[in-house]
């Protein structure tokens, strides 16, 4: 069957504190920050730095034959209880030699070694046939761990807490309000979070701050953008974008973004005609850790028909096909596309 048996963040968790461990971890999963944080755990826990020169053994994928990591795995250790070796990002998937490899590792890891597996910059395959024969063969000596974006609630409670241990103050909603300006990526909010709670003093990280100091995403440039361009503000709409091609942003990735935020007001508009609310679309369409976007798809939309959301997208479409087919200057293209959606959403028609 397609589910396997995998345990959860908060067991791994459990495991760890218990010192109970498996003889393998594969961690896996879109939340790069706890996948690092579980694979450093698992080290700091069981590797004694008396003796690391011996029993710690880290492989980078990109630059290492599975022969030679599997070669270190069947070490015995020194001096201590386990040998531990780390693999990060090795494209186990391109090959089926090397998933056999595993597996006869695996049915047979020694007791002595801990042998995790974990992927920062490649994103496998979940679904593919391949990996899940790769997460068959970790079931049968350890654990699998998919490492998903946690909520909303859930990060934002972890800021407020990571704000009192740098001895600064944060509300929940302001917490969130900096999700909404840095995006869900946990490791660029916990640096966003030393740099405002280091200017906060020990006071309270507000709004105000955030909006002087924190680093804004893509993600919430964009949203300026669409709120400028439902508003009809043309001269602000035009000073993000010129914002974004100064960051050296990519035009395709600008609008790619501008599609991902109507294609929100279209998924929020759908489901308000049909009688459905945000938190529906939310569950249905898989918002975990963004809700934020729903929110702001809520506010925009608002003065937008299904007609002008279906033409603004149509629109987005072909300057996605322009971009990728004609030699005419970018930037040129994205402005074309900024007026188009001005005069749509002011319900002006164009020839």
Same mark, same amino acid.
């Given at each position: ?24 971890? +594969? ?7 706890? %996948? ?8 700091? %826990? ?42 990060? =990002? ?7 030699? =090397? ?7 695996? %049915? ?31 079931? %049968? ?23 009192? !241990? ?57 949203? =300026? ?29 600008? +609008? ?12 929020? !508009? ?12 939310? !569950? ?15 506010? =925009? ?11 603004? +997208? ?38």
């Amino acid at each position: 069957s397609d589910v396997l048996p995998k345990i959860n963040e908060s067991e791994l968790k459990k495991e760890i504190k218990s010192g109970d461990f498996k003889n393998a971890y +594969l961690l896996y999963g879109e939340e790069s920050y706890l %996948k690092e944080y579980y694979a450093s755990e698992l080290k700091n %826990k069981i590797v004694d730095k008396t003796f690391e020169a011996f029993n710690f053994h880290y492989f980078d994928g990109k630059d290492t034959e599975l022969d030679d990591i599997l070669k270190d795995a069947q070490m015995l250790p020194m001096m201590s209880e386990y040998n531990f070796v780390m693999v990060k =990002d090795y494209p186990i998937e391109k090959s089926a030699n =090397d998933i056999k490899l595993l597996e006869e590792y695996l %049915k047979d890891a020694p007791d002595t070694t801990v042998f995790v597996f974990w992927f920062d910059a490649i994103e496998p395959d979940v679904k593919s046939a391949k990996f899940k024969n790769v997460i068959k063969a970790f079931e %049968k000596a350890g654990d699998c761990v998919e490492l998903q974006k946690r909520s909303e609630n859930d990060v934002a409670k972890l800021l407020v807490s990571g704000a009192k !241990k740098r001895g600064a103050v944060l509300s929940n909603d302001t917490a969130k309000y900096l999700i909404s300006i840095s995006g869900n990526d946990m490791k660029i909010l916990l640096n966003e979070l030393d740099k405002l709670s280091y200017y906060a003093k020990g006071g309270e990280i507000t709004k105000e701050i955030i909006d002087n100091m924190a680093t804004k995403c893509l993600q919430a440039r964009i949203y =300026d953008l669409s709120k400028y361009v439902v508003a009809g503000k043309s001269g602000m709409a035009y000073d993000v974008l010129n914002v974004l091609f100064e960051m050296k942003e990519e035009p395709i990735i600008i +609008l790619s973004a501008i599609s991902g935020v109507y294609v929100d007001m279209y998924r929020v !508009k759908c489901a308000k005609s049909a009688g459905f609310g945000f938190d529906d679309v939310a !569950k249905y369409y898989n918002y975990r850790g963004r809700e934020f976007a729903l929110r702001n798809a809520t506010r =925009d939309c608002a003065n937008l028909s299904l007609e002008q959301l279906r033409t603004s +997208l149509d629109e987005i479409s072909k300057t996605d096909v322009k971009l990728k087919s004609t030699a005419v200057d970018k930037k040129l293209l994205l402005e074309e596309l900024i007026i188009k959606l001005i005069l749509t959403a002011r319900g002006v028609k164009y020839a």
